[in-house]
């Protein structure tokens, strides 16, 4: 019996290591799946992605709030409800919750971008804050434009069940008063990645 019970318990724990690594390779596959696609948006849309920024390699847009369509799910869904199906809206709601802590592919962007860590931002602006704490007033947006001149941060992309349609929100920070950020629509048509729709601009 007490065999059988050790048996059982060695069953199990070899079924959770299985279940854990199918999950690792799924959400592998996901970090992939969603970088390819960006990447490919990106390269059929250069006028929309400028490379003259640093980009962030995080998606989920820390650097600036996101825009009120993107934040809420209910503005988002009725800015989306002239393209796209109340199931379709459904799927990629529940997917913007699902894909949180996503990161770019760094080999892919690197190809054009100059890549940054977020936490490299936390840290200036910690050093920033302990040097105002000894009356060293240093300013963040000084040294935030020596460092890096501009940041692009991009948020997650919401893509399509069919995969023939991307969401995406796109922000460029370069000081307190200088940048913006747009949430466009983007449709596969004829093997190239098209703007289908502007949903949201909003300039700084």
């Known amino acids: 019996m007490v065999h059988l019970i050790a048996m059982h318990r060695y069953i199990f724990a070899i079924l959770l290591i299985a279940i854990s690594s199918c999950s690792n390779s799924k959400t592998v596959r996901e970090h992939r799946q969603v970088s390819e696609i960006l990447w490919a948006v990106m390269q059929d849309n250069p006028e929309d992605f400028k490379a003259d920024c640093k980009l962030l390699t995080s998606l989920g847009g820390e650097l600036q709030g996101p825009s009120h369509l993107y934040h809420l799910d209910s503005n988002l869904a009725y800015s989306l409800s002239t393209y796209l199906t109340e199931d379709e809206i459904t799927y990629l709601l529940e997917q913007k919750q699902e894909r949180k802590g996503l990161v770019l ?88 990645w098209q703007l289908e729709e502007i949903l949201d601009v909003e300039i700084n």
């Open 105 to 192: 592919e760094s080999d892919m962007f690197s190809q054009a971008f100059e890549l940054v860590d977020i936490n490299e931002i936390k840290t200036l602006q910690a050093s920033v804050d302990a040097s105002k704490a000894t009356d060293n007033q240093l300013d963040y947006w000084d040294e935030f434009e020596k460092k890096y001149g501009c940041i692009m941060s991009l948020s997650l992309p919401l893509i399509s069940k069919d995969n023939n349609m991307v969401l995406v929100r796109s922000s460029r920070l370069c000081g307190p008063l200088c940048g913006g950020s747009s949430i466009v629509l983007y449709k596969l048509k004829d093997g190239r």
